[in-house]
């Protein structure tokens, strides 16, 4: 990343921290998010988007990531000859294929304004990066995870997901 935009990305932390309560809607997601910082540098610096947008923005971020991790997962299960191994990848492919699946759908409940499900999906999203990550210390053998930076984006995402939905449902029924 450029110097630049990572002290712009810095400057919309801080103006963040010092401002939570902005009726930025980007700056209120990222700070309920699980980690503002690599909110801010997903969604990047512009700040003029709506709840509804953010939460779309988010679910089509984390569905892109998602998928992504199961094919190199894919990847990673053809290749190797260990067995256990071999079960923790299976493993971690469902979960992500899981992930895939929910937020598929979560981008479904959004368009019909079923904002608490969208929540629910993001929370579900999450428990698969943990299971995941989890099934590598469950396994006999010491296996250290080749996956934590994986799992680590997905709870991320999710936790934006979650926060998006939030921050939406908040939004509209104060309008109401
Ligand atoms: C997921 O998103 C993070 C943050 O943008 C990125 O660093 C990572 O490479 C992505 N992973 C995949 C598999 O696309
Ligand atoms: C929802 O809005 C109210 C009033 O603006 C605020 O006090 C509350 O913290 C908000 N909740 C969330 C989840 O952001």
Known sequence: MATSSSSLVLCLIIS?????STSNPLSQVCIKSKNPRFCLEVFGLNPHRSPHELTQEALNL???????TAT???IFLDRNEDGNLKVIYSLCLNYYQAAVDVLKAA?????????????????????DASN????????PGNYVSTLTKDNENLGFLGSIVVAAADILSNSTSAKN
């Not at 963040?16 to 939570?20: K, N, R």
């Not at 984390?62 to 992504?68: I, W």
């Not at 995941?132 to 469950?138: G, L, P, S």
Request: glycine fraction near 6%; charge should be negative; include cysteine.
């Open 16 to 20: 963040s921290l010092i401002a939570p």
């Open 62 to 68: 984390a569905v892109a990531n998602a998928s992504g």
């Open 72 to 74: 190199k997962i894919d």
């Open 107 to 127: 981008e479904e409940f959004l368009i019909q304004g079923q904002y608490s499900n969208v929540n629910t999906a993001g929370n579900i999203v999450e428990e």
């Open 132 to 139: 995941c990550e989890n099934t590598f210390k469950k396994v």
